[in-house]
């Protein structure tokens, strides 16, 4: 058998993105009132985690089999991750909150038609777009979430705004997409979101009502899934950030892990900054991202052996499958998945960009 391909190599300084199939990181400010979690607490260092990480990004955990894309559509997805850590890494080197980078990082993504979140989600069964997200802050555990809104050029800008300029956490449907107006972000028709390849395969759902996918990448899926960011800073503060479409001819209304925080996002500076991706009701009924931070917090593991427990165990016991992209405030970084791969990526401190896309490059635990 061939020797499995390295994963693909990049420093942050190159003008342009090499791409070969042979080759292959707070927002001002806490609520009156709100207290800060203390430091991570003191951990055994990590047996498999990535070192050294400053922000990290996922685009849907699910299996990309060397040879089943063209070396056109590794290049686009692989640009599309790259532009993300590239646009976040900035604004971390520059000193900026981690909020801003795990936002921008995901906006990339939400505008980038390849994955299921912003201008490439998928259509719910009446052929409407419904855009569910959520980030939080380590820092002091503020949060903001949104779903279900149909009007939001990207909707984790929107989670923010619900964060920093309300007194809630969750907002939906057409009051969150009032609330964008009010406060300025951007607004947009439904025609913005279409895409051919999320309409054919709304189609093909169509014609086996059976066939509802995530937008995840698989033998039935769309490649391009829920997309997150998590990230550290020089202090040791940690974000993490997550949006999606949500699932291919999906029931109107149906809202999934990715908005809920403890589900599908968390974040604390104690622990670990965590964006899941994955079969959001399983993701739900576990707290899949708490739990993995709760691990860290109450047993002192490392984030690496957390998050493969709650993703590779705990996950699969209860009938699903997914994955996760967890950064501890010491930049180990784990990417554990229960299904065959998870497409993903990260910047260290010295600028380097890895891209994962095949089931052979990033290790389920």
Known sequence: ???PKRPFLITAG???????????????????GARAPAQAPA???PASAVRDVVLAVHGGAGSIPRGSITPEQEKAYRDGLTRALRTGYAL????????????????VLEDDPNFNAGKGAVFNTDAEHELDASIMNGKDLRSGAVAGVHHTKNPITLARTVMEKSPHVFMAGKGADDFALRNGVPYTTQDYFWTQRRWDSLMA???????????????DREVGGTVGAVAVDRSRNVAAATSTGGLTNKQVGRVGDSPVIGAGTYASNRTVAISCTGTGEVFIRGVAA???????????????KAAATVITQKIPALGATGGAIALDPR?????????????????TRNGTIVTRLYDDETPAS
């Open 1 to 3: 058998m061939p020797t």
């Open 14 to 32: 190159l003008a342009a993105l090499v791409i070969g199939l042979s080759g292959s990181h707070v927002a001002a400010g806490a609520a009156t």
């Open 43 to 45: 951990q055994a260092p």
């Open 92 to 107: 971390v080197k520059d000193g900026r909150p981690v909020l801003d980078a795990v936002e921008k990082a995901v906006n």
């Open 205 to 219: 759902a169509k014609g086996n009502p059976q066939a509802r996918t995530t937008g995840a990448p698989g033998k």
């Open 290 to 304: 708490y739990d993995i931070s709760a691990l860290m917090e109450y047993t002192r593991a490392p984030v690496d």
């Open 331 to 347: 930049g180990n970084l784990a990417a554990p998945h229960s299904t065959k791969g998870i497409i993903n990526g990260y910047v």
